[in-house]
């Protein structure tokens, strides 16, 4: 199953305090970044699809 865009937040927040509380986190970073790139393109992409069906809405009307 897909993680939600809600359930990547979720895992982001967890590990931002987990390189924030151990002295090793920096090494989680790549981790985060991954993160976070995954709910950009993830909210990305549904701002295209509501864009692209509010193209077609207003042309139907």
């Known amino acids: 199953m897909t993680p939600t865009v809600e359930q990547l937040e979720k895992a982001l927040l967890t590990m931002a305090k987990l390189v924030s509380s151990r002295e090793d986190g920096e090494a989680y970073l790549p981790i985060c970044r991954r993160l976070e790139a995954e709910i950009n393109q993830r909210r990305s992409a549904q701002s295209y ?11 139907m009307a």
């Open 49 to 59: 699809l509501e864009r692209i069906k509010g193209m077609a809405s207003s042309q």
